[in-house]
């Protein structure tokens, strides 16, 4: 289901290793080692080398010269971390920030799909 738990959950470690969706290709992606990456004059894009996993053969592509614009990069999903009195998994801390904020939707703004699924957290600004 969009949205739901394990996806935000998802989405999040993938953020947490390095991980980015992309919005328009509908995939997560990661930096590819070793290769330079060259940002635009107006800091609104990078171009270079990119590792994207591929849900259809489920596997990691490497692709090269690839632009990708900052604006097609979902934000991740922001789960809260390290609570006090939390167990420190992102799934306790989900559930405690949900019980905190009344279960309102507490894990931050954008709660797009996760892995496989519809989109999902990706970092917003590419490691700088």
Same mark, same amino acid.
């Given at each position: 289901m969009?949205?739901? #738990?394990?996806?935000? =959950?998802a989405? !999040?470690? $993938?953020c947490n290793?390095?991980?980015?969706?992309h /919005? /328009?290709?509908?995939?997560?992606? =990661?930096h590819?080692p070793?290769n330079?990456?060259? /940002?635009s004059?107006?800091n &609104?894009?990078e171009?270079g *080398?990119y590792?994207?996993f !591929? *849900?259809? =053969?489920?596997?990691v592509?490497?692709?090269s010269?690839?632009e990708?614009?900052? #604006?097609?990069? #979902? &934000?991740p999903?922001? $789960?809260?971390r390290? %609570?006090?009195?939390?167990?420190p998994?992102? +799934?306790?801390?989900l559930?405690a @920030?949900?019980?905190?904020?009344g279960? *309102?939707?507490? @894990?931050?703004?954008?709660q797009? +799909?996760? +892995?496989?699924?519809?989109?999902a957290?990706?970092?917003?600004? %590419?490691r700088q």
């Amino acid at each position: 289901m969009p949205q739901d #738990e394990a996806q935000l =959950i998802a989405a !999040d470690e $993938l953020c947490n290793r390095g991980w980015w969706w992309h /919005k /328009k290709f509908r995939c997560w992606f =990661i930096h590819a080692p070793n290769n330079p990456v060259v /940002k635009s004059a107006a800091n &609104r894009s990078e171009r270079g *080398t990119y590792l994207f996993f !591929d *849900t259809n =053969i489920w596997d990691v592509v490497q692709k090269s010269d690839v632009e990708v614009f900052f #604006e097609d990069v #979902e &934000r991740p999903p922001g $789960l809260p971390r390290n %609570l006090p009195g939390a167990a420190p998994n992102a +799934a306790a801390n989900l559930a405690a @920030a949900q019980k905190a904020a009344g279960a *309102t939707g507490a @894990a931050g703004g954008n709660q797009a +799909a996760a +892995a496989g699924g519809a989109g999902a957290g990706a970092a917003g600004v %590419l490691r700088q």
